[in-house]
């Protein structure tokens, strides 16, 4: 069951023996992936290094929160078919990166929302006549807030735009807001609920929201690190990348068996 892979499939009782991979981690710095006895999963070395290099630019300069790591020595030794050695990692000739990644809240407004069900004859055209409804109503008390709103057809064009509308007998329509104030936001909620009582016949399961609308930015940041580098360290830096393999390496068990 993978929309980019025709063969990768399974019974549906399969999925209820996936298994739970954990590592283990010696105080040394060695870490082992496992997975329970007799479950399901595949857990070998193509699957570890697989999910080791996946999205990773530089083998030998990967760059983490906690330090810049070298992965071009890495090496999979299979235990048994339940458990991976992992060796060969170890920080990278630039032991930790000159800048970091982080994620900045920004205020964006007010979100509104709404959503309403129309099925049987022509029921696209009822969901785009209650739209025009909607951004006709709105567009009467704020001027120019249409490029504000977007809006959908759940079961027509919301994934595919190839879908003939003749076929369709069963649509949810999506509009959505980004608006200054929340008054606005609630404006929008309130002209959407209107669709019961003076939009197109038939409609029904009206959903509706409103939220404050917060995104996050990326920007460079420069790295700072609490400890000074000297080589009685080494073994903090050997415990960061263990953490490092438990967020990459836990992953590693892929639906094939």
């Avoid at 990967?62 to 890495?74: A, G, K, M, Q, W």
């Avoid at 069900?117 to 029921?123: A, D, F, L, N, P």
């Avoid at 809006?151 to 959505?176: C, F, P, Q, T, W």
């Avoid at 669709?195 to 930015?217: Q, R």
């Amino acid at each position: 069951m993978h929309p980019g892979d025709k063969h990768r499939s399974m019974p549906f009782q399969q999925l209820l023996d996936i298994s739970l991979p954990y590592a283990e981690i010696d105080c040394d710095g060695k870490v082992y992936v496992a997975k329970a006895e007799e479950t399901g999963g595949l857990l070998n070395f193509s699957t570890c290094a697989e999910q080791l290099l996946y999205e990773v630019g530089d083998p030998s300069a990967y760059i983490t929160p906690d330090l810049v790591v070298d992965l071009s020595n890495v090496s999979f030794c299979s235990i048994s078919s339940s458990k991976v050695f992992c060796s060969g990692a170890k920080p990278s000739i630039q032991v930790v990166p000159e800048k970091l990644l982080q994620l900045a809240p920004k205020d964006c407004g007010w979100k509104g929302w709404g959503e309403i069900s129309y099925g049987g004859r022509e029921c696209v055209l009822r969901a785009k006549a209650a739209e025009y409804l909607v951004r006709s109503w709105m567009e009467e008390v704020l001027y120019g807030v249409n490029q504000h709103i977007v809006s959908y057809i759940i079961g027509l064009d919301s994934l595919k735009a190839s879908i003939n509308s003749s076929s369709v007998e069963d649509i949810r329509l999506r509009m959505d807001g980004l608006f200054e104030t929340k008054e606005h936001a609630l404006l929008f909620v309130r002209e959407f609920t209107a669709l019961y009582t003076n939009g197109p016949a038939g409609g029904g399961g009206i959903s509706t929201g409103y939220k404050k609308e917060i995104v996050l930015e990326k920007q460079l940041v420069p790295f700072s690190f609490p400890l000074i580098l000297k080589p009685n360290i080494w073994i903090n830096s050997i415990s960061l990348l263990s953490s490092w393999f438990i967020r990459y390496l836990l992953m590693i068990l892929s639906f094939d068996s």
